[in-house]
């Protein structure tokens, strides 16, 4: 709180310097404005905090956010460089995020089929059935939004070019993404790993390359082998 508290007094300062009493004038009519906008967003960030889990949260937040700039600029609440230069930029980087964001591509030695499963702001529920026994590799993509993948009853290869191991290349932007494994199941972070705020729930065993899992291999049989690409958000992995 007196971080907020000291960063308003920099703000009002800086305005008053800057601009002089008609900035402060200004800046005040634009907060009375602003104020019951920014006291309901403030509202339902909390709001959301409480319900969600950890890296499911922000998507929401952005649309949140979103409307409340729509809503106030609809009201004459943002000034000409808010609506001109900050929002635009905004919308730029956010959609450059979505559309530059990519999982890891499928490897070389690799056969199709895939599955892809993904959640762009809206949460989502996927489960890999045991009919699709053929499926070697799952290309997962949480982009500011949630998604939960049961791999619970999933029949992993059987042939000896990938005997009980799927691969998994995952892709997290400010999203949240749950696996659900089943028993003798062991997640191998094998692939590339590159995150940036991302953190890892692991609730199963999980190994951080094959040599560390070829040591204890008997005691599982079946891999998951995870390739994970995030900035901010979370993975978390469950047993069933």
Not at 59 to 72: D, H, N, R
Not at 99 to 105: E, F, M, P
Request: glycine fraction near 14%.
């Amino acid at each position: 709180m007196r971080t907020v508290v000291g960063l308003l007094a920099v703000v009002v300062g800086t305005a008053w310097l800057l601009g002089g009493p008609e900035a402060l004038r200004s800046g005040a009519r634009v907060a009375l404005v602003s104020a019951p906008y920014l006291l309901m967003t403030f509202a339902a960030v909390l709001i959301v905090r409480t319900a969600l889990p950890k890296g499911a949260a922000l998507g929401p937040l952005v649309l949140l956010v979103g409307g409340g700039l729509w809503a106030l600029a609809g009201q004459g609440g943002l000034s000409d460089v808010w609506q001109s230069r900050v929002v635009p930029l905004a919308v730029i980087a956010l959609g450059a995020l979505i559309a530059l964001s990519r999982s890891g591509g499928v490897a070389d030695d690799v056969v199709i089929p895939i599955r892809r499963y993904g959640s762009l702001f809206v949460p989502a529920h996927a489960k890999l059935l045991p009919s699709e026994g053929g499926v070697r590799r799952i290309v997962v993509r949480a982009i500011f939004g949630s998604l939960r993948v049961d791999l619970s009853e999933a029949v992993f290869p059987q042939d000896d070019e990938a005997r009980g191991v799927l691969y998994a290349d995952v892709t997290v932007l400010f999203g949240r993404v749950e696996f659900v494994l089943g028993e003798g199941c062991a997640v191998v972070l094998a692939g590339e790993i590159h995150t940036f705020g991302t953190s890892l729930t692991e609730r199963v065993p999980v190994f951080g390359g094959l040599g560390a899992y070829n040591r204890t291999s008997s005691t599982f049989n079946r891999r998951l082998e995870v390739s994970l690409v995030g900035a901010g958000g979370a993975v978390q992995l469950d047993p069933a």
